[in-house]
């Protein structure tokens, strides 16, 4: 009899188990898809000019300007570390982390492009938003937008 019982309570602590970890994670199906193809695009967004003949990953290491590289570190800390981290653990709190990170460096996007526009006016570097800062910008909405879904889909 007590072997039942053992077995029965085996049973409930896996159970449980796996209750609790369904309760962290987050199922991605076609979504986690769509996000590794941002995910890419940004990275080449990284490798494409932004700020006069600087590429992203250069802009990221402090060349082209302040605004330009506040969109370089918050795009590639939550765009890409993020991201992927999200990706591969499928932890629910990564993916509000994704989100609102995200979003922030979306308004940092716009501020960067908005900064490269009216370089002309204040003689910072730059004629205008290379076509590599465009691209990431694009990429940081959608995967803002995609995070976004995904963490209310668990609510």
């Known amino acids: 009899m007590s072997d039942h019982g053992n077995e029965l ?6 159970v449980d188990e796996a209750v609790s970890k ?11 898809f769509l996000i590794s193809l941002v995910v890419f695009v940004l990275i ?8 006069g003949r600087h590429t992203g990953w250069q802009v990221l290491f402090g060349q082209g300007g302040a605004i330009p590289q506040l969109f370089a570190v ?3 800390l939550f765009g890409v570390v993020a991201s992927v981290l999200a990706l591969t ?3 629910w709190w990564l993916t509000w982390v994704c989100a609102m990170g995200g979003w922030f460096a979306s308004v940092d996007g716009l501020l960067a492009v908005w900064s490269q526009q009216s ?13 590599g800062m465009l691209v990431a910008l694009a990429a940081m909405i959608v995967l803002a937008a995609s995070w976004m879904r995904t963490a209310w889909s668990r609510t």
């Open 74 to 76: 918050t795009s590639t």
């Open 119 to 131: 370089s002309g006016a204040n003689n910072a570097a730059g004629n205008g938003p290379g076509i």
């Open 9 to 14: 309570n085996r049973l409930a602590a896996d």
């Open 44 to 51: 080449i967004g990284q490798l494409l000019p932004w700020v």
């Open 89 to 91: 653990t499928r932890r």
């Open 22 to 32: 369904a309760a962290r994670t987050v199922e991605l199906g076609r979504r986690g």
